[in-house]
């Protein structure tokens, strides 16, 4: 089975060995504190870093294709044109290694003298001082020094490309930096003055400038092509609520990153008055796959999600980003107003033209009105009892969504069996498949794909699918430790309730309100429930690298909660969460939503070089109490790769659970019946202090 990158092979079909669960027992990657030596490395020219900038990375492109599914964001240039042109004059490959600086630029010094264009935001750019124009492909002398200054504006990231382009030791198959990660580039973080960076051979010298007709038009109001979907009206969002969505100049925060876009603009009047077992938030769904250049509404704030923002969360999308048109998210700087301009899906450009038929230089999105679907591409019956929804996710993916909006094991048997089907015919053109609770996302190369035969694929594929009950997965049992009521989870929260708002519901105590919105009579009921349950592992990668989206297996374990609106800006790695039913650990240090209950050791092994990931689909989690300091120690022996994770083999069987829940009928109904009574009673409570908007027909 082959997929059309060679990533996505590798990366789809999970293979980690059984050794995987022994930290530290893969190949070792490049520690992320240390700068790459650069006497390992093929012999050739090398840049010198004098002074590195604000936030200056290497990148290239287009990322790291084919870990969508795991938690692993692309990364790559944010403005992807400014890049693959700067690269195109230098005869470079498009994807060829270079520079994303942000706010202000480097100083480098070459050893040997060196074609180079800078490109993007405009900036002052010298060579040993003497102005050099952008655009331009410049020759720096043996010993010259480029230098980058700050940007002036409009934009908000310059680029500086490099004949024979930047040349590192791969991570999962790329060399593109994500900081939250920390891998990629040379030291998985910014640059570092001193540090030394080889170069590839160079190529032939194509041009002596970026055409006039080529270079990306940048401006303070941005207009951003959009498709509906793939959450839209009237079930997610009101008829009103578009209209405002794509009729509003939307302003660009100041708290924007690579991850994403946060946007200041009207609050919705939500179509529904919660999310269900999601959340109690309108907003809230069940986990799903993003997309990047979606709008994501976490709660009632918008945000454009960027190359290295979450692959799979709990909120809705009303419209995406066209592929072409995602460069702009780049160089979207604070205060800069955005509107959206909806387009039809065959309208949009091909983000793989870079020269007028990607239409940079048009200030304005020519549109005739977008399809007018509400982002449903079809709807059709799977059998009597369960019905299948495909949603657009872009110009470039789909969205399939199974049954009602409830949280159902055999909806997730179904996604599983399309996702086995579709890795087993490796179809050509598809670039990722990253399942969902209830959905399965599939991006492809349009070109090659084009989505109306997606749609007729995934429609012909349901023909081959197993009955649900028939479903017989690899399961293992495994056993993680887990801090509760972590300092470093309080910490988190006395920073939400300083920085970002003070009255929220659910501070000063995240178990406190669990409790609350549960119906239990202490917090040691919270205890006693989280620890006496199986989780089992539904998604990977919600909130980055692994990081596990799972539920328990009975009913009467399941604590539901909402999530923080407006999210937090940093959770602490490897916290652990509880958001609507599910509970989630936090790869990395990041935003977050989930209400934390504790903290646990590394999801994700920086130390292997393939199958970094420690979780796969259908584990079962079982947690046991450790203290605060035994937790700091074991993450210590675990980030040196001496610790071992205990796992046992086993199987689910759906036909086997649904007995169950059959044998257990009574008692569940009466546990999700106190539930229910308690999050009505919450509800209304937030409804009476203005936590949520009346909807409004």
Excluded at 254 to 262: A, E, I, L, Q
Excluded at 327 to 356: C, M, N, Y
Excluded at 444 to 466: C, D, G, K
Aim: with cysteine; hydrophobic share 40%.
């Amino acid at each position: 089975m082959t997929l059309a990158h060679s990533a996505v092979g590798r990366a789809l079909t999970e293979s980690a060995s059984d050794a995987s669960l022994l930290l530290g027992a893969a190949t070792s990657h490049p520690d992320s504190a240390s700068c790459v030596d650069v006497s390992t490395c093929a012999p050739g020219a090398v840049v010198e870093i004098v002074r590195p900038g604000m936030l200056t990375t290497v990148q290239d492109w287009p990322g790291r294709v084919g870990y969508w599914h795991v938690g692993v964001p692309p990364s790559g240039p944010m403005d992807d044109l400014s890049f693959r042109l700067g690269n195109r004059v230098l005869g470079n490959a498009e994807g060829a290694g270079g520079l994303e600086c942000a706010l202000g630029g480097p100083a480098l010094k070459f050893a040997e003298a060196t074609w180079v264009c800078v490109t993007g935001a405009p900036a002052e750019v010298t060579v040993d001082g003497a102005p050099v124009e952008l655009w331009r492909t410049v020759r720096v002398p043996a010993g010259g020094v480029l230098d980058v200054g700050a940007v002036r504006g409009p934009g908000m990231r310059t680029y500086v490309l490099i004949e024979g382009g930047i040349e590192l030791p791969e991570y999962l198959s790329s060399i593109a930096t994500f900081t939250l990660g920390r891998f990629g580039g040379s030291s998985g973080g910014t640059l570092r003055a001193g540090e030394r960076l080889p170069l590839g051979t160079p190529g032939r010298r194509i041009a002596p400038a970026v055409p006039m007709g080529d270079q990306p038009v940048l401006a303070r109001r941005w207009e951003l092509a959009v498709t509906e979907g793939p959450h839209g009206a009237p079930e997610f969002f009101t008829r009103a609520d578009i209209e405002t969505i794509i009729g509003t100049d939307y302003e660009v925060h100041f708290n924007s990153d690579r991850t994403g876009v946060r946007l200041i603009g009207p609050k919705p009047e939500w179509a529904r008055t919660d999310g269900g077992e999601a959340g109690l938030h309108p907003s809230n769904i069940h986990d799903t796959p993003y997309s990047v250049g979606a709008l994501d509404f976490t709660g009632d704030t918008p945000i454009l999600l960027g190359p290295d923002g979450p692959s799979l969360g709990g909120f809705v999308c009303p419209v995406t980003v066209v592929a072409a048109e995602r460069w702009k998210l780049g160089q979207l700087a604070p205060g800069d107003t955005v509107r959206f301009v909806p387009i039809r899906r065959e309208h949009a450009a091909s983000p793989a033209e870079l020269g007028a038929a990607r239409r940079a230089a048009w200030p304005t999105v020519l549109s005739v009105g977008g399809d007018g679907d509400d982002g449903v591409l079809r709807r059709a019956d799977v059998d009597d009892e369960v019905g299948v929804t495909y949603r657009r996710a872009g110009d470039d993916g789909i969205l399939v969504e199974y049954g009602a909006m409830t949280l159902d094991l055999g909806l997730r048997a179904r996604v599983h069996a399309l996702h086995q089907h579709l890795l087993g015919a490796g179809v050509r053109g598809v670039t990722e498949l990253t399942p969902g609770v209830r959905s399965l996302q599939i991006r492809v190369n349009p070109r090659v794909l084009p989505i109306p035969a997606l749609l007729e694929l995934l429609a012909e594929s349901e023909r081959y699918l197993p009955a649900a009950d028939e479903l017989v997965v690899p399961s293992r049992t495994v056993h993680l430790p887990l801090s509760w009521d972590d300092p470093s989870t309080r910490e988190a929260i006395t920073r939400y309730t300083h920085g970002v708002r003070s009255d929220a519901p659910w501070c000063p105590w995240n178990i406190e309100f669990i409790r609350r919105m549960n119906g239990l009579d202490a917090v040691e009921d919270v205890y006693d429930t989280v620890f006496g349950a199986e989780y089992l592992v539904l998604g990977l990668g919600d909130v980055y690298l692994g990081a596990p989206v799972a539920t328990p297996i009975d009913p009467r374990h399941r604590l539901v909660t909402t999530k923080y609106n407006p999210a937090r800006t940093w959770t602490p790695e490897n916290a652990v969460g509880i958001g609507g039913a599910y509970l989630c650990v936090y790869g990395m240090e990041g935003p977050g939503g989930y209400q934390f209950v504790g903290r646990t050791t590394q999801v994700w092994n920086h130390r292997a070089t393939e199958s970094p990931w420690l979780l796969r689909y259908f584990d079962r989690i079982n947690w046991y109490p450790v203290e605060a300091d035994e937790l700091l120690d074991m993450r210590a022996d675990f980030a040196a790769g001496k610790a071992e994770i205990v796992a046992e083999d086993g199987e689910f069987r759906l036909a086997d659970y649904r007995r169950f829940l059959d044998d257990n009928a009574a008692s569940i109904d009466e546990f999700r019946a106190v539930q229910a009574q308690a999050f009505a009673a919450e509800r209304d409570s937030w409804r009476l202090a203005g936590e949520l908007s009346e909807n409004k027909d």
